[in-house]
């Protein structure tokens, strides 16, 4: 009997570091690929451009689009961090979605796999100076398998941009 009980403690410590070992690597794990990119060179303070984002997204998994209904998964979200010369100047439009029956949910869902492109029509401000070399987007997402669904989580792109100074006079 004490035998049992000393091995049965031995394994204990063994459980917790193999648990801990489990829920790192799913916390760790990141399906979902983000990149952002403008075609202008330079942008004049004033300026309304369009952002392209594409988020690549590994085999097995998919994501909610950004059109997604409410009473279920995550949508997917795409907008721009505040506190900084650049909002939004319209409607973020998407790839067209597939549309299936989700059993977990039970509803319909739209969905993405492989690729998705997103864009973006930004306003720089009028107040935007020479100083500003970046614009933040943020993509808020929830990857699933038909397993499994991580917490939703967003991601931040960082986009180079060069503001072309205001003329004097």
Known sequence: MI???ISLAALFP????STALVTGSAQAQDPVHWSAEIEEQSLAP?????VS???????GWYIYSITQGEGGPVPSKISLSADQPFTLAGKVEGTKPKVKFDQNFQMQVEMHEGKVSYTVPVQVSVEAGSDVSE?????RYQACTNRV???AQTEKISVPVK?????KG
């Open 53 to 59: 984002v594409k988020a690549t997204i590994d085999a």
């Open 149 to 151: 669904c991580l917490p």
């Open 135 to 139: 614009m933040e987007v943020r993509a």
């Open 163 to 167: 503001i072309i100074p205001k003329k």
């Open 3 to 5: 035998s049992k009980t």
């Open 46 to 50: 004033g300026a309304k451009i369009t």
């Open 14 to 17: 063994a459980l917790a570091v």
